[in-house]
């Protein structure tokens, strides 16, 4: 009887003690306690990407709390962590969704911030998902098919450059190009040759040439000046002479002036036409009398 109690009581403190190591084991794996004094900070995202209760919360790769709730709400995912007591947030803390390791475990990422204010726990935080595997290969999945056209253009332009690269016709052709660039670079490697001296002179001399015009520049370089400002002054006289002209003309066109209206009216355009005829005419019996007889003159002279 008292073996058997004995074994009962054996049994019982087996189970507890599990019991306990069981709890302990889910607290430190959930970062759980019963007796610790944890900050809770709500943070919203716009995709979880599979976060669950129990995840950890890291700052700069330290684990600093863990996740306490996952939920929906407005459309949104709201996330609520539980902080050690020590941590230090600011104002300009950052908050992100990333991958724990390769089997595709997640973590909250949080930059504490470098600014003076601090952190308001009340306020619901803003975060972000910065993607994982499962995203990326998701992206690749949708252009997959434009993978699969550029592999195959990309082989169809291998294959006719192959084919285009057997062609014996382009072999014979590509063959001699190189062969004339040869001959080529050798004929210009051989008039170096031949007329280094010629052309050090040549180089030499233009050294020289540009050395005396910058010193013809410097040494005139007042005169240039001087040039320059009396050719604007001369540009200047030019526009108000084209000026004078240009309203002189106007006048002319318009009827303003003399010449304008002597040109222009046709009274006087017809007494000028008819004095010209009249000094024509007395021209001509001039000429036919200075070849004849010389000049008639009839004239009444009347003495007073």
Do not use: C
């Not at 302990?24 to 716009?46: M, Q, R, V, Y």
């Not at 057997?166 to 190189?178: H, I, M, Q, T, Y």
């Not at 003399?258 to 005419?281: C, H, M, P, V």
Request: charged letters at 25%.
């Amino acid at each position: 009887m008292k073996n058997q109690r004995k074994t009962e009581i054996k049994v019982g403190l087996t189970v507890l003690i599990g019991l306990l190591l069981l709890l302990w084991i889910l607290g430190w794996a959930k970062d759980f306690s019963a007796f610790s004094d944890k900050k809770i900070l709500k943070i919203e995202f716009d995709n979880a990407a599979g976060l669950a209760a129990g995840d950890p919360v890291m700052i700069n790769g330290v684990r600093k709390g863990s996740v306490k709730s996952v939920e929906i709400k407005s459309g949104k995912v709201l996330i609520k962590a539980a902080m050690d007591k020590d941590v230090i947030l600011k104002q300009d803390a950052k908050f992100s969704i990333m991958m724990l390791d390769l089997m595709g475990g997640k973590k909250v990422e949080i930059f504490p911030g470098i600014s003076r204010q601090p952190l308001d726990y009340s306020q619901i935080q803003k975060g972000t998902f910065k993607g994982d595997i499962a995203t990326a290969m998701a992206s690749l999945s949708s252009v997959q098919t434009d993978l699969v056209e550029v592999i195959q253009e990309i082989k169809f332009t291998l294959h006719e450059t192959n084919s285009f690269f057997k062609d014996e016709e382009f072999k014979s052709n590509l063959k001699n190009a190189v062969v004339n660039l040869n001959k080529v670079a050798k004929g210009i490697n051989q008039l170096i040759s031949e007329n280094r001296k010629e052309l050090g002179s040549l180089i030499s001399n233009g050294n020289k040439l540009a050395r005396s015009t910058d010193s013809l520049v410097n040494v005139n370089g007042e005169n240039v000046t001087n040039l320059v400002a009396e050719g604007g002054k001369f540009l200047k006289n030019s526009n108000s002479v084209l000026d004078s002209v240009k309203q002189f003309m106007g006048e002319v066109h318009s009827q303003k002036n003399n010449f304008g209206k002597a040109l222009y009216d046709e009274t006087t355009l017809k007494n000028l036409t008819q004095s010209l005829e009249r000094i024509n005419k007395l021209t001509k019996i001039l000429l036919e009398q200075l070849k004849n007889e010389g000049i008639n003159v009839d004239a009444n002279i009347k003495i007073f």
